[in-house]
């Protein structure tokens, strides 16, 4: 039995956990708060939970700013057509999506337009943000 117990406590040990743990639309973005990010993608983040899109958006006065625009997860995008090609360092793209409730430069992203026109769903079913 204590053999079975030490096993059982080694395989829990050994397995890796999450390091963060997974929100809520509400929790974090503001459904008052739409906004659209045009710009230049500075990088894109393939990973779970979420994908991040990072855009460098220029203002009227050539101002840059820093945008990161969270997706759905990896699995979710493939099985509507992305890849992790699908934007590249460099590409033009628009974001709509709901501002971070902080007020920072991150947004949850719902639809990308990317350069060649195409609109593409980025965000998960039932994350509780209004659907496009």
Excluded at 68 to 85: F, Y
């Amino acid at each position: 039995m204590k053999m079975t117990l030490a096993g059982i406590v080694a395989v829990f040990a050994l397995t890796p956990f999450a390091v963060h743990a997974h929100h809520a639309f509400a929790a974090e973005f503001d459904i008052n708060k739409p906004v659209t990010i045009q710009g230049s993608v500075s990088k894109v983040e393939w990973m779970n939970p979420h994908i991040w899109i990072y855009v460098d958006m220029k203002d009227a006065k050539g101002v840059v700013s820093h945008w990161q625009c969270e997706g759905a997860s990896p699995n979710t995008l493939t099985r509507q057509g992305w890849s992790r090609d699908t934007l590249k360092q460099g590409d033009a793209v628009v974001i709509e999506g709901f501002q971070a409730k902080d007020g920072s430069n991150t947004c949850n992203s719902r639809v990308v337009r990317t350069p060649d026109g195409k609109r593409l769903f980025a965000g998960a079913a039932g994350d509780g943000a209004p659907r496009q």
